[in-house]
């Protein structure tokens, strides 16, 4: 499975981006998805996560109103809406297939791993 996450960019604070992932062959459609970022100097990180069936959602506090992620299993793809972004919120941003159906926060229960895509949020 090949994932490619797309949609980033150099933004102002307070702007909009929508990333997109998309996989290689439909291998994720009974699994959940998840995005993750990781920042110069710090670990990969936790953002959000979508049941295999979309009903299920889950995001990390720091995103938790501005983020919506959502998936388009007839398409094998994985959307991240980021709205009112911030500085803080500057990282290589990855999407990656879990192992399980469900939801999970820790990066171990992801199996397949895209190239990143980088946003930058400036003050």
């Known amino acids: 499975v090949q994932l490619q996450a797309s949609g980033g960019g150099l933004v102002q604070a307070g702007a909009s981006l929508r990333l997109s992932c998309s996989a290689s062959r439909r291998t994720a459609s009974n699994n959940a998805l998840g995005w993750f970022r990781q920042a110069p100097g710090k670990e990969r990180e936790f953002v959000a996560a979508?049941?295999?069936?979309?009903?299920?959602?889950d995001y990390a506090d720091s995103v938790k109103g501005r983020f919506t992620i959502s998936r388009d299993n007839a398409k094998d793809a994985l959307f991240l809406q980021m709205n009112s972004l911030k500085p803080e919120d500057t990282a290589v941003y990855y999407c990656?297939?879990?192992?399980?159906?469900?939801?999970?926060?820790?990066?171990?229960?992801?199996?397949?791993w895209g190239k990143g895509t980088q946003v930058t949020v400036s003050s």
């Open positions: 990656a297939v879990s192992l399980t159906s469900t939801t999970s926060r820790t990066r171990t229960s992801y199996r397949y």
């Open positions: 979508i049941s295999w069936r979309g009903v299920s959602t």
